[in-house]
């Protein structure tokens, strides 16, 4: 799992299945996103291909309501975009009845970019606003199969990935990070074993696009990452609590798992996990761009230096501004294709300046390095501020957080 | 796993690939065993095909002067009649390197029979004889996937069978016994991830025949039998020993599982686990006939009265004999198809004493009825004395055999 607002860009070619190149239609799955030739993913054909739902104002408000405060920034900017079975949470948790959320990460690399942080930054809203636990799940396993990494190098990642994770504010005592290598086994096996009992090798072809040459450790993941949505996977947490709704922020790339997982749960007696899914974080070089999330000029990294965030986003984040000051002002920004302003959105959280910022640019009055240099002072206390919290996380507090344990506290 | 002798019987249909059924040959895999229509197994076309070796009579030699103990029944009639690298495990013994044994079984019904004791009889031999560690796999995950049974169910079977298998007379000072369910995670999941990663799905396709319509359960099961070949699937016993050795002792219907195994092991820097392997135990119909093994009147149970077994030997076991008196004077029993005397070359340890009946018999001297009489107390005998063994062994006996402990004399 990467349930990161993924880059766009072609993370491996090997899953893309023939018909999805002969079409050159747009790939999104868990190893790829990637637009249709030239152009921006499009959303509106992803719900309908996936069969998830619109996340529409009137959820929102209702979020509002029952959490009163005001809806996250990524609520507000549609950046957490799509959902299913979203309202049923909802109206659960107006009956009085919890639930638990189950959100996680792949760890392949030693730093996360700000695509990384946003289901993490969602997610720790979601805990503070609605007072529920949550499961993260570090997928060591996953990488180790899809990578060319050991077992050893990926559960050191899990580790430092945690820290990361850790430094977004998340309660200790409602939450539990997990690594697959350390983790899985008990009652979390049998319901892997219960959930790929389900699941036909034809059916996984044809969701993940695997093929014969792939090995088995693929045909034999999806399990792994389907078992957290059933809350007998933690019999420290929920014993007795089959009953307990999950919901999962992610990206919307990691749709294909939760399709699978929505498809065996009533059949092993569980509520299908409710989903609420985010956009891709854009590469600095644009949203139509195939760029590898390897290359580190692509993405801002929570590591970077201001210096680094200041000379990334002056040198590559793409500009929607015109060639010339006077073409500039007389003809305004391209809003649509501009990296600033969309990085803005996701992060500013003052809608009053970023209307401001939009139509002043987009008119022509505010230039290319107004925007950019808005969006540095913003990245730079981002990532400044994630510095110094991950810089706070000792080992001791993962290994807290790591525990197995029983969360007495999480309801409350 | 069933590493039982199987009778022959087409156990489950659904495995057998297309080009087996074309060509109407035998059929041997972890689900099926038949022989050609109308025909029986041909071992020698197995080993050809498995590309496995014969146990030759020096091999035996080398084992009775190595243990100083006469060969095991079993090796003496050829029960055991293939192995792999078996050799290999003579040579380190004689060099003074110890190796460590690993068996199983699948639990799948309440009582075992004759022909699933064999694996344990001999393999309690081999630690007897050889002072070495042993790992029992109960495979109630295999189960679980492959038949119409719940998780717990499975569970519980497997206890059952651990009952059956202690009493078997294994050292509690050298034997861990494990259920999948209970025991898969921490090292040994991460060898089953390391050798998923070394499998494709067109080499299980073709080891195993599945199809597109299995479910992935069954892709995903061969790493969970493989990874017990590996010590360091076993850190409480084995820890720091990664070079130690492994012998399995199973029915070659198991090869496919260990010939995926030897050819994973040197790319994921261990030993190949070497095998020794059995024939079938034929069904007392007969070994030619596809007898179901769950039609009760074709083996004989461990739960068996005295009555029960005089009654099904009477009345099931297929006769060498001809069809009067006066023809059996005349021309003698067929010993090649009589399951009587089969039986007793598999239980009646007086090798003089086999060789007289087998003699008198086919000579027409000796009759059907009392060859049957003798062996109906020789298994008598060896149903009663499993029966006594088995009541005495308690619940926490099964809990010491299962607990995930250091084994410190496992060696002396």
Not at 27 to 42: C, L, T
Not at 394 to 410: G, I, K, Q, S, Y
Request: charged share 30%; aromatic share 10%; proline share 5%.
């Amino acid at each position: 799992m990467d349930r990161k607002a993924a880059e766009i860009g072609a993370l491996e070619n090997e899953n893309e299945t023939q018909q999805d190149k002969d079409q050159e239609e747009q790939v999104v799955n868990p190893w790829e996103v990637s637009a249709k030739e030239g152009g921006k993913i499009d959303y509106d054909k992803l719900i309908d291909k996936f069969g998830c739902q619109r996340l529409d104002p009137s959820l929102i408000d209702r979020v509002e309501r029952l959490t009163s405060r005001r809806a996250h920034i990524f609520l507000r900017r549609g950046v957490f975009f799509a959902h299913r079975d979203f309202n049923d949470i909802l109206d659960a948790f107006e009956r009085g009845e919890k639930f638990y959320l189950y959100t996680g990460r792949g760890p392949s690399s030693e730093a996360l970019h700000l695509g990384h942080l946003i289901p993490f930054m969602f997610t720790q809203y979601l805990q503070e606003v609605f007072k529920v636990p949550l499961v993260i799940q570090l997928t060591d396993d996953e990488k180790f199969l899809w990578k060319n990494l050991t077992v050893e190098e990926c559960r050191r990642l899990a580790r430092e990935n945690a820290k990361d994770i850790i430094a977004c504010g998340f309660d200790i005592r409602r939450t539990f990070i997990f690594s697959d290598f350390d983790y899985v086994g008990g009652a979390f096996y049998r319901n892997m074993v219960e959930i790929s009992k389900r699941v036909t090798c034809n059916q996984v072809v044809g969701i993940f696009g695997f093929i014969g040459e792939d090995h088995i450790g693929k045909y034999s993941f999806p399990p792994v990452q389907a078992a957290p949505s059933f809350p007998s996977s933690f019999p420290h947490l929920f014993s007795g609590k089959d009953n307990l709704r999950c919901l999962i922020p992610c990206a919307i790339d990691q749709d294909p798992y939760f399709r699978m997982t929505r498809d065996v749960a009533p059949r092993i007696g569980y509520h299908k996990p409710a989903l609420i899914e985010s956009l891709f974080f854009p590469a600095l070089q644009g949203e139509t761009g195939k760029m590898s999330a390897s290359d580190p000029n692509s993405a801002i990294y929570v590591t970077d230096s201001e210096k680094d965030i200041k000379n990334k986003i002056n040198k590559y984040a793409f500009s929607g501004g015109q060639d010339s000051i006077e073409k500039h002002r007389q003809l305004g920004a391209n809003l649509e294709v501009d990296i600033p302003i969309k990085y803005l959105s996701f992060f500013l959280e003052d809608d009053a300046e970023l209307e401001h910022t939009k139509k002043e640019y987009g008119a022509g009055r505010m230039l290319t390095g107004e925007v950019k240099q808005r969006l540095i002072e913003v990245l730079t206390k981002l990532v400044e501020r994630h510095r110094r919290a991950r810089a706070a996380v000792t080992d001791e507090m993962v290994d807290a957080f790591m525990a197995v344990r029983p969360l007495p506290n999480m309801f409350n």
